[in-house]
């Protein structure tokens, strides 16, 4: 039972990081329709970027928040640059535009930081565990899955109540309609883009915080996919639902599952439990049901 | 059938002609020359090296040519091809090392050109699996699915059961004189080269002639828009799954050859690079054509080999340009594809569809 409860609460912790990620994800998806596959890059960006501050001797804190305003600035210039010239184009070529900036990106990744894993030293949050009743969790994961909640909650406040975010809410629900009133679609995208950096860059140095950064911090970014799929493409809150169920998926099925199939199940539950999901509900959790027509 | 215009005077009398591949006497000749260019002037004067770029444009053909169904005729996107590349290899090298083949076989040297076939099968009967996905789901969310049986394949699979039978740990070293087809030992890139050339024409003409019956044609009709076709009467799930089956049967043809051409295999051959690479070509040549997989799959190869030629003379100034290399050649695949997306997103075929045109309506082009 304590393993199981133990599994639980790091699942619903690592969940967290998945989370902000997805939720960053989904509003690229929302407000632009593009379907992103650089998200792992992303993160990897945002990730390298903090640690590069942080090992410099600069605060976590400050370094994270330079890390943000660089992801906001290279989001911009994303979209700008590749995207907004692929608006209305079929979405083979858009994903594959996608795929083919997460290529650039990784590249360029590895070119500056190498593929060495690095870790944040001086560790940034103390190892000692915390003790909760019979639970023991390590710090690592409490804070970040603090600092993804606290993220996570000014994201959506500014959703709901800022005039951009409403904009950006606006050109989601319908485009047509939210251009006729005055809201500029290239910004929304633009802010999109910028938001969903900022959200895995954080992302990224959470989780490079729990196990130490290299490439395959970006594989983990790629597991918004199987989170957003579960919620739901366009849904926010499936976004977070589903990045807390794949993060809660991911760690029973290493307790439990390795036993049986020996190797990296831990890597490939999710995408199976994706596919599973998707030939019983196409469409997530809330997702939009789009009746097609001919 | 012809996209091209035909030249003045040359007039069809029946559908024989209509539907002949070689037309007029002038692409018979150039189709002749191609030929000769193939078989007899690049194995006379290719060196070494000139031939095993050669044999990795072959691989390229043959793996991009079951996306290029996929995803050019289909229209059913996949970004995990090289696992069915990876299961045909895997097939094949364990028929070659571990099937208890009769003597007679072994002696008469069937035991690989067996294997190859068998290989297609299995890698066939593997995509149509990951493939039944596609008779509920489409678009994005049969990307992701494709994108699983890369991962569950190779990643899972592959690297942690199949790469343990026979207590070989990772990987599976083919011991020269193994893989041999009738008397020749097939050691040598010019044989490699050779059996390549074999491969993909035979490939290519099969695809094409596919292309032009019944299935090709429910194909292009589920490509453009599905509900049609099956308002039309067309049995979608039979066809998708019955591209799917074509497609990875031509990536285990392609896995199961290109064993000849490496002294071990191991599951890291097949990374999900390879899958989106696979992708970028036929993104490159243009999508829809089969000769548009030709142009990206010689696009592609040449220009990284021409920058890892670019990049070696600074190496010997630069040493960790060396080691940085594989790195630029990601990015620079990245940025050409996010280039060609943008700037020619018809692809390499389509340009030289213009040129064609151009030439065949000279001077009078309106």
Redesign the interface.
């Known amino acids: 039972m304590d393993v199981f409860l133990m599994t639980l609460t790091t699942g619903i912790m690592v969940g967290g990081i998945y989370a902000l990620i997805a939720l960053g994800w989904v509003l690229i998806y929302k407000c632009s329709g593009v379907l992103n596959l650089a998200m792992g890059e992303l993160t990897l960006i945002g990730a390298y970027v903090s640690l590069s501050f942080y090992s410099m001797g600069i605060p976590f804190v400050l370094s994270l928040l330079f890390s943000l305003i660089i992801g906001f600035v290279l989001g911009i210039l994303t979209e700008r640059i590749f995207l907004d010239r692929l608006i209305g184009k079929p979405i083979l070529s858009v994903i594959m535009v996608t795929v083919g900036l997460s290529f650039f990106f990784k590249g360029i990744v590895e070119l500056i930081w190498g593929t060495d894993t690095r870790v944040f030293t001086p560790a940034v949050f103390p190892l000692e565990p915390i003790r909760i009743g019979p639970l023991v969790i390590g710090q690592v994961y409490l804070w970040s899955f603090v600092a993804a909640i606290v993220l996570l909650v000014i994201f959506v406040g500014f959703f709901q109540y800022t005039r951009w975010g409403l904009a950006m809410q606006a050109t989601a629900d319908d485009e047509m309609a939210a251009l006729s009133l005055g809201v500029s679609a290239r910004f929304v995208y633009a802010t999109a883009w910028a938001i969903a950096f900022m959200a895995a860059g954080v992302g990224g140095t959470l989780l490079g915080n729990i196990n130490g950064l290299n490439i395959s911090v970006g594989y983990l970014g790629l597991l918004v996919l199987p989170a957003v799929v579960l919620g739901g493409l366009n849904s926010v809150p499936g976004a977070i639902v589903g990045g807390i169920i794949i993060g809660v998926l991911q760690n029973l099925a290493g307790a439990y599952l390795d036993k049986y199939f020996p190797g990296g199940v831990k890597e490939v539950a999710p995408f199976v439990f994706m596919v599973i999901f998707l030939l019983f509900k196409p469409h997530g959790l809330w997702g939009w049901e789009r009746i097609e027509r001919v | 059938m012809s996209t091209t215009f035909l030249p003045c005077s040359v007039y069809h009398e029946d559908y024989t002609q209509d539907h002949a591949w070689w037309q007029t006497k002038f692409i018979r000749g150039k189709m002749i020359l191609l030929l000769l260019l193939l078989f007899v002037v690049i194995p006379k004067f290719a060196d070494s090296y000139v031939l095993s770029v050669c044999n990795q444009i072959g691989y390229t053909i043959l793996g991009a040519l079951g996306v290029q169904l996929l ?1 050019g005729y289909c229209g059913q ?1 996949t ?1 995990g091809h090289a696992a069915f590349l990876a299961v045909g290899a895997y097939t094949s090298t364990l028929l070659v090392l571990e099937f208890p083949w009769p003597k007679f076989l072994m002696d008469w040297g069937l035991a690989y050109p067996i294997s190859i076939i068998a290989a297609a099968v299995v890698s066939g009967l593997w995509s149509v699996l990951f493939g039944l ?1 596609s008779a ?2 489409k ?3 049969l ?3 494709t ?2 049986a890369q ?2 394949t190779v ?2 699979v592959i ?3 199949v790469s343990r039978i026979g207590g070989r740990g990772q990987a599976f070293s083919l011991p020269p004189g193994t893989i041999k087809i009738g008397p020749w030992v097939i050691d040598t890139n010019l044989k490699v080269y050779f059996m390549m050339v074999v491969l993909v024409i035979l490939c290519v003409i099969g695809l094409a002639n596919l292309l032009r019956s019944r299935a090709g044609r429910a194909w292009v009709a589920i490509r453009d ?1 599905d ?2 076709a099956e ?1 039309m009467g067309i049995n979608i799930i039979k066809h998708k799954l019955l591209a799917f089956f074509v497609a990875g049967f031509i990536g285990g043809i392609a896995g199961a050859f290109w064993i000849s051409n490496i002294a071990a295999i191991s599951y890291e051959h097949f990374p999900w ?1 390879w899958s ?1 690479w696979l ?2 070509v036929i ?1 490159i040549g243009g ?1 829809g054509s089969i000769h548009g997989t030709i142009f990206g799959a010689i696009f592609m190869v040449v220009v990284m080999e021409g920058l890892q030629l670019a990049v070696m003379p600074l190496a010997d100034t630069y040493p960790k340009l060396l080691m ?1 290399f ?13 280039a060609f ?2 700037f020619e ?1 018809n692809g390499l075929a389509y340009r030289w569809w213009q040129i064609k045109n151009y030439f065949n309506l000279w001077p009078f082009s309106y």
């Not at chain 2, 594989?326 to 996010?338: D, N, P, Y």
């Open positions: 995803i996107l970004l996905p509920r789901v678009g994005f969310y990307i992701l699915t994108m699983a991962f569950v990643d899972f690297a942690q059961y828009n509900i049609s308002v690079f989106l992708v970028g993104l999508v940085d594989l790195f630029i050649k990601e990015a620079a695949f990245g940025l050409a594809i996010c997306l943008i997103p």
